[in-house]
């Protein structure tokens, strides 16, 4: 049997992408409390997502939601990665409140903030480990949050794009 590259690239991504998750499921968290959610979106899932981004982009007036839309279309599958919001009760001031009691529910907790942080770099970097091409994007990360891919009450969304090609749709996104 011969099984050729190209034939192979899909299933490739997704399985890359699915070990990503690992590692930002086993990465540290600030506290020893995990409060990450991670999925990865393929097929009809890649194009609403992609679509959702055009659609902010129009409303936020920001043109580079339709170019990271473009990036997400070329790319095999979209690893997703956020938070639950969760007061970890340490009183440290990260947020900009003094205490816990007095940040209010809209403002997220900075210890949740740099949990998402370490998902995402432990991600990539078994992404790295895999030669393939990835960016962190925050306007997918935003359309999934918006779309609830990740859950109900799950915020701080980002997301990456995975590309298995012989040039990275993420280098040259002018």
């Keep these: 049997m011969v099984y050729n590259e190209r034939d192979l690239r899909d299933a490739q991504a997704l399985d890359i992408a699915q070990k ?41 007036g920001h043109q580079f939601f339709q170019r990271d839309a473009g990036c997400v279309r070329k790319s095999q599958c979209v690893a997703l990665i956020g938070t639950r919001t969760k007061l970890q009760g340490l009183n440290c001031g ?23 942080g370490i998902a995402l770099g432990a991600a990539v970097s078994r992404a790295q480990a895999f ?12 359309a999934a949050w918006k ?10 969304v980002y997301a990456i794009p995975v590309s298995i090609s012989s040039k990275s749709p993420f280098f040259d996104r002018s």
Excluded: H, W
């Excluded at 779309?147 to 701080?156: H, I, N, P, Y």
């Design 20 to 60: 990503m998750l690992v590692a930002a499921r086993t990465a540290p968290k600030g506290k020893g409390i995990d409060v990450v959610e991670c999925a990865v979106v393929d097929g009809e899932e890649k194009e609403a997502l992609a679509q959702a981004m055009e659609a902010i982009g129009e409303e936020r």
């Design 94 to 116: 990260y947020c900009g409140f003094a205490t816990c009691g007095e940040k209010p529910a809209q403002a997220p907790c900075e210890i949740n903030a740099v949990d998402v």
């Design 131 to 142: 030669g393939v091409d990835t960016r962190i994007m925050f306007s997918a990360g935003q």
């Design 147 to 156: 779309m609830g891919l990740l859950g109900e009450g799950v915020g701080q």
